[in-house]
């Protein structure tokens, strides 16, 4: 049964969940130059930092005391163990620190990314750069906002003029590096350019803001492209699978564009391999 929710109780999350972002924007603005205690996981390219635990911690542990029905999926509780399940209950996706490599080397493009999906369809987001104080929202059918200033893709459909956003990732076995290179390799040749800021989040918010024209990558996680989808989708761009279908949020992999147009001509260069799903 799809869950019905009033605009006024949406307002409510929007507010709620936009004091709780920025309260955990400044832990990580405050950490970002201190000594961190740095954990692997996935592979030694993989890491976490107490700040990311803390951030997570805060949003889930003050989401939850004021929305107790919501549920929640968050990058440090399910490398923890916890078990996600995406379904139409109200669903709190969270990466406390987007970017933590960045994080560890103050490498500022660092955000923290909340997004809010009810009927398993992004309804909020909310992605904060507290070290460039770029705070970046929107809400479904109420466009996409950067501090005070709409956003806005750029006008650009056609890949001969176009800047890609593209990610190594943090995986590290040779055959998906291959994959990932060959790609950018297939693109290069036929871009302006690609550029790579190492959070997924970042690079999709320079393409809501026109700064870039498109973003793609495998090997992602939900939480790192939940907010981004709908802060591009609210800006004017296009969305969609590595191989040119609907978004799977939980699929592991990503491509949004201003355009459908351009989208359209960056999957036929692209291949990706099959991942564990979220
Ligand atoms: C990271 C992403 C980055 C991607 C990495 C990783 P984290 O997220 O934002 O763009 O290439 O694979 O997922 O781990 O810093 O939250």
Same mark, same amino acid.
């Not at 999350?13 to 709780?20: G, I, Q, S, T």
């Not at 955990?24 to 205690?37: H, L, N, P, T």
């Given at each position: 049964?799809?869950v019905?929710?009033?605009q006024?109780?949406?307002?409510e999350?929007?507010?709620?969940?936009?004091?709780?972002?920025?309260e955990?924007g400044q832990?990580?603005?405050?950490?970002?130059?201190?000594?961190?205690?740095?954990?692997?996981?996935?592979s030694?390219a =993989?890491l %976490?930092t107490e $700040?990311?635990?803390g !951030?997570?911690k805060l949003?889930?542990?003050k989401? +939850?005391?004021?929305?107790p029905?919501?549920?929640f999926i968050?990058e440090?509780s399910?490398?923890?163990?916890?078990?996600?399940d995406?379904?139409?209950n109200?669903?709190w996706?969270? =990466?406390? %620190?987007?970017? $933590?490599?960045n994080? !560890?080397?103050?490498f500022?493009?660092v955000a923290? +990314?909340?997004a809010?999906?009810?009927n398993?369809e992004i309804a909020?987001?909310?992605?904060y750069?507290?070290?460039l104080e770029l705070?970046?929202?929107?809400?479904k059918?109420r466009?996409a906002?950067v501090?005070?200033?709409?956003l806005? !893709?750029?006008?650009?459909?056609?890949?001969?003029?176009?800047?890609?956003?593209?990610?190594?990732?943090?995986g590290?076995?040779q055959e998906r590096?291959d994959?990932?290179?060959?790609n950018?390799?297939?693109?290069?040749p036929r871009?302006?350019?690609i550029?790579s800021?190492?959070?997924?989040?970042m690079?999709?918010?320079m393409v809501a803001?026109?700064?870039a024209?498109?973003?793609?990558?495998?090997?992602?996680?939900?939480?790192?492209?939940?907010?981004g989808?709908?802060?591009?989708?609210?800006?004017?761009?296009?969305?969609?699978d590595?191989?040119?279908?609907?978004l799977d949020?939980?699929a592991?992999?990503?491509?949004?564009?201003s355009s459908?147009?351009?989208?359209?001509?960056?999957?036929?260069?692209?291949?990706?391999?099959?991942l564990?799903?979220?």
């Amino acid at each position: 049964m799809p869950v019905e929710v009033s605009q006024k109780e949406l307002d409510e999350f929007f507010h709620c969940a936009l004091d709780l972002v920025k309260e955990a924007g400044q832990m990580v603005r405050s950490a970002i130059q201190e000594d961190k205690q740095v954990e692997t996981k996935a592979s030694f390219a =993989d890491l %976490v930092t107490e $700040t990311d635990k803390g !951030v997570e911690k805060l949003l889930i542990s003050k989401l +939850s005391e004021k929305f107790p029905g919501h549920s929640f999926i968050g990058e440090e509780s399910t490398a923890g163990g916890t078990k996600n399940d995406l379904t139409d209950n109200p669903t709190w996706i969270i =990466d406390p %620190v987007d970017g $933590t490599m960045n994080f !560890v080397h103050t490498f500022p493009m660092v955000a923290v +990314s909340v997004a809010l999906a009810i009927n398993k369809e992004i309804a909020l987001g909310f992605i904060y750069n507290p070290v460039l104080e770029l705070l970046y929202t929107a809400r479904k059918g109420r466009g996409a906002f950067v501090n005070d200033a709409k956003l806005k !893709v750029s006008s650009c459909t056609d890949l001969a003029k176009a800047v890609v956003m593209s990610e190594a990732g943090s995986g590290r076995d040779q055959e998906r590096i291959d994959l990932i290179f060959q790609n950018m390799k297939n693109i290069l040749p036929r871009a302006h350019g690609i550029r790579s800021l190492g959070s997924a989040c970042m690079n999709m918010v320079m393409v809501a803001g026109g700064n870039a024209d498109a973003y793609q990558e495998f090997g992602i996680h939900c939480w790192d492209i939940a907010a981004g989808k709908i802060i591009v989708e609210e800006a004017g761009g296009y969305v969609c699978d590595m191989n040119g279908g609907p978004l799977d949020l939980m699929a592991r992999r990503v491509l949004c564009a201003s355009s459908r147009e351009l989208a359209e001509q960056i999957v036929k260069l692209v291949k990706y391999m099959e991942l564990e799903r979220d």
